[in-house]
Each structure stands twice: as C-alpha cells, then as structure tokens.
C-alpha cells in the first residue's frame, strides 16, 4: 500500500451491535512546483527574474511554488522572494556539518543564506552511501 493511504478501523457501539468497519483514508500532499535553474543566472539576472516572476504568483494559493538558484546567488533570490509566497531551495548539500569539503554546503549555510529546501539525490549527483549521508 502506498505510503500516503492510511487505513482506519471504525468501531461503533451502539443498541447492542458492535460494527467493525474499514474507511481508507487519502492524505493529499500540496502540490509543489519547483525550478531548479542549474548553473544558470547571475546576480543581476536572478533580481531581474523576480521582478518580473513575483507578481505572476501574486494570487496563486493553489500550490507551493520553490526556485533552486546557484548558490551564488541563493542570497540574492532569497531577499527578492521576501514577503512572496516563493520559496528558495539549495541545489545539493553536503551530508557534513562542516569540514574541509571543497566545494560543498551545509544545512546551516544553505538555512542561512535563506534556503527552506534543497534537492537531495538528484540524478546529477546521485552516490547511493553518499545519499545516505546526506538524509
């Protein structure tokens, strides 16, 4: 069985009779629309996308919308989607806490920098006991 169905027993006593019944019950997720922008845009470029991205969202309720810049410029985006219903993800992150890990990122650099989210496992960088780490 799918891990997002439950299964629920109902007993109910009542004159006398006892029923035992079975309800399956469906927990929706929200639906999420993410962007992963890869090794595209710069500074610039990321400020002037949500310029013009943001108020296409202004009323949208209906799903949780997430861009994955570049690091570089995950600050950027992170300002520029202040007070917005977008939020910012990390592209990857490093299963350690901190170390002399060339190019790597933490959870607590990535929270910092104003990430909510970060794409783990993805098929560019997927190491199964690094995956492991990492979750």
């Known amino acids: 069985m799918p891990s997002w169905m439950k299964w629920t027993i109902?007993?109910?006593?009542?004159?006398?009779?006892?029923?035992?019944?079975?309800?399956?019950?469906?927990?929706?997720?929200?639906?999420?629309i993410a962007g992963n922008w890869k090794m595209y845009k710069t500074l610039a470029e990321t400020r002037a996308f949500f310029s013009a991205f943001t108020p296409l969202l202004a009323n949208s309720k209906h799903c949780d919308i997430v861009i994955a810049p570049p690091f570089t410029a995950i600050a950027t985006a992170a300002e520029a989607a202040k007070n917005t219903n977008i939020a910012i993800s990390g592209q990857n992150v490093s299963w350690s806490k901190e170390g002399a890990f060339?190019?790597?990122?933490?959870?607590t650099m990535l929270a910092e920098a104003g990430c909510r989210f970060v794409i783990i496992?993805?098929?560019?960088?997927?190491?199964?006991?690094?995956?492991?780490?990492k979750v």
């Open 10 to 32: 109902a007993i109910a006593i009542g004159a006398g009779i006892i029923g035992l019944g079975f309800r399956l019950e469906v927990c929706m997720r929200r639906r999420v």
């Open 102 to 107: 060339t190019g790597e990122v933490s959870a």
């Open 121 to 133: 496992g993805h098929s560019s960088g997927r190491l199964t006991t690094t995956l492991q780490k």
